[in-house]
């Protein structure tokens, strides 16, 4: 029988065995509610570009002061680390929000939107939080005000990760200095070392899924996200004459036709799917004028690492032959951004319960398919048992299908679901110690082998 399955028929002794909490949860997770909202849109109003998060970092950090919990800093630059240890004894649970905006305008209507501007790549831009960290960096601190109040029921320690730059850093050049920012940076300063967390649960808003609802698979949860760049040198030489020469312009054009057969052709796609896209084209200063030098940058997703690393190595070769064909040289750069994120399957299916007390009966989905975004939360996977789940952002009355996407200047989080947030990481770290034992085995042993 299938695990979900199993579960579902255990539930109602789950939900018997947990009413006695049911009290004290939501009257912790009610009593933050208005805190959360208000913080949310505070950092909403007042968005900083990622790696430049200095006022939201001092803001956790006041926050996470104020309920008791200790506080650390001096993580990729902006992050903060928030440690609680509970009454009893137990595991190290980790809960991670991040907390940087896009370079970007909103457009919304909400009465708070930001009129925020910040300096990308040395350039001034309007910033905006149009991905709904600040919706992820709220609710993380009301579930941290709701933990420490009630840290006597707590068994373990609760580490909370607050991180900068999911998005990549404004000061930096993400393509080849990528690995400075975010959950890399995080986990290289040391920000899950002491104490080192088992396991590690996020959460992500998105829009045109109902408010209140939580969406979740185990396995691929994201697609991996890495850039590349190509850069071609031919010869330059006038446009009525290009014998004399070497194109550049067509060899690109090339390469852009061939680079689409790196998955139809190349990629295992009976494990999972593949995409390959060009999506800046630089070269040439005149029509009759074939340039010396045409660039070109884009980026490659999959759902499983054996296609990511297939065209890692791959798409390369295919890209220098073609240009050999057209006599130009070609320097091809690869940036790794991030892995697939990958849901530990044992934890998923143990901690169904947990999601569909938090949303509530008929309100937690499993979905048959990852999404098409990616995370740099993928990173944290690697080291531990991971979970990240979904939670719908957009009023229920809406039209799902019109509703504003992530990195839409009108994208919009409904507050109302920020209470759903708030209890799913609350009711992580409460369920977690009661499966510990056995996710923990399931993971040596997929680590073995």
């Known amino acids: 029988m299938n695990m979900y399955k199993q579960i579902s028929l255990c539930l109602p002794l789950l939900f018997c ?8 949860i939501d009257d912790s997770v009610q009593a933050a509610e208005a805190h959360t909202i208000k913080l949310r849109q505070h950092i909403h109003q007042h968005p900083e570009l990622g790696n430049m998060e200095f006022k939201t970092s001092e803001l956790v950090q006041k926050e996470l002061k104020s309920y008791g919990i200790e506080v650390r800093k001096g993580y990729a630059k902006t992050g ?7 009454a009893k004894p137990g595991p190290v649970m980790a809960l991670r929000a991040d907390m940087d905006a896009l370079p970007m305008e909103e457009k919304s209507s909400v009465p708070f939107a930001s009129k925020a501007k910040g300096i990308y790549q040395g350039a001034e831009t309007m910033v905006a939080h149009a991905c709904g960290h600040d919706a992820h960096t709220a609710m993380l601190l009301g579930a941290a005000k709701a933990l420490a109040a009630n840290k006597d029921k707590i068994a373990g320690t609760v580490v909370f990760v607050f991180q900068p730059a999911e998005e990549g850093g404004a000061d930096i050049d993400n393509f080849v200095q990528g690995d400075q920012v975010g959950a890399r940076k995080m986990i290289a300063d040391g920000a899950l070392k ?31 996200a890495d850039g590349i760049r190509v850069t071609l040198t031919g010869q330059q030489v006038h446009g009525s004459m290009p014998w004399m020469g070497r194109d550049s312009i067509v060899a690109a054009a090339d390469i852009i036709q061939n680079i689409q057969t790196m998955v139809s052709r190349r990629a295992d796609l009976s494990k999972g799917m593949g995409v390959v896209s060009i999506g800046q084209i630089q070269g040439g200063t005149s029509g009759n004028i074939i340039p010396e030098q045409v660039s070109m940058t884009g980026t490659i997703r999959s759902n499983h690492e054996d296609i990511r690393q297939s065209i890692f190595k791959n798409l390369p070769t295919m890209i220098d032959h073609t240009a050999q064909a057209n006599d130009v040289k070609a320097k ?30 008929g309100k937690a989905h499993l979905l048959e398919h990852n999404q098409s975004a990616s995370e740099d939360f993928a990173y944290y996977g690697q080291l531990m048992p991971s979970l990240f789940a979904f939670l719908g952002a957009t009023p229920a009355d ?11 200047p009108n994208f919009i989080v409904d507050d109302a679901t920020l209470k759903t947030g708030v209890e799913s990481h609350v009711r992580f770290i409460l369920d977690y110690p009661k499966v510990a034992e056995q996710v923990q085995a399931n993971w040596k042993q997929k680590s073995k082998g």
């Open 17 to 24: 065995s947990q009413l006695s909490l049911a009290d004290w």
């Open 80 to 86: 903060v680390i928030g440690v609680l240890k509970g």
């Open 194 to 224: 002491n104490p080192k967390p088992e396991v590690i649960f996020g959460m992500h808003v998105m829009a045109g899924m109902p408010s209140g609802n939580i969406y979740y698979k185990d396995g691929a949860a994201l697609n991996s």
């Open 332 to 361: 091809v750069e690869i940036s790794p951004y991030a892995p697939v994120t990958t849901n530990d399957k044992t934890l998923t299916e143990l901690m169904v319960p947990t999601l569909i007390q938090a949303a509530g009966e």
């Open 398 to 408: 809406q039209d799902m299908a019109k509703a504003a996407p992530n990195h839409n």
